[in-house]
């Protein structure tokens, strides 16, 4: 059982930058792809990045590569996500999710992963 947690969300101006965390409980967190998706009012959650458990596997989206950077600390069992150069259509639920290792990668649909967090709230104002 993994229980995973967000933190950083909030309101900033188109242009601006944000840094969400996600704190993962249990100790076998290096084994697991993190993600993450948002979900926006009447719209169906979407990916946005995810790094693999093993080595520099990293993927995102289009509509934020270049813009948003996810990494994580397997030492402190915590992935993050920092997002530059906000624009409002931005403007989501962020949420982290877990999924133990599997055959491929990326994983980038929301019913291949296992866990979730509650979610953040960001809000990018024009």
């Known amino acids: 059982q993994v229980q995973l947690v967000e933190s950083g969300g909030g309101l900033v101006q188109a242009g601006g930058s944000l840094r969400l965390s996600c704190a993962a409980s249990g100790r076998t967190f290096s084994s697991y792809d993190m993600a993450w998706f948002r979900q926006a009012p009447g719209k169906e959650r979407e990916f946005v990045a995810v790094t693999g458990w093993s080595g520099p596997n990293i993927y995102y989206a289009d509509s934020v590569k270049g813009r948003f950077t996810i990494s994580r600390d397997n030492a402190k069992n915590t992935v993050y996500l920092q997002m530059n150069s906000l624009k409002p259509e931005d403007t989501a639920v962020y949420y982290c999710?877990?999924?133990?290792?599997?055959?491929?990668?990326?994983?980038?649909?929301?019913?291949?992963?296992?866990?979730w967090g509650q979610g953040t709230q960001v809000t990018v104002s024009s």
């Open positions: 999710a877990a999924r133990s290792r599997g055959d491929y990668f990326p994983y980038i649909r929301a019913d291949e992963y296992d866990y």
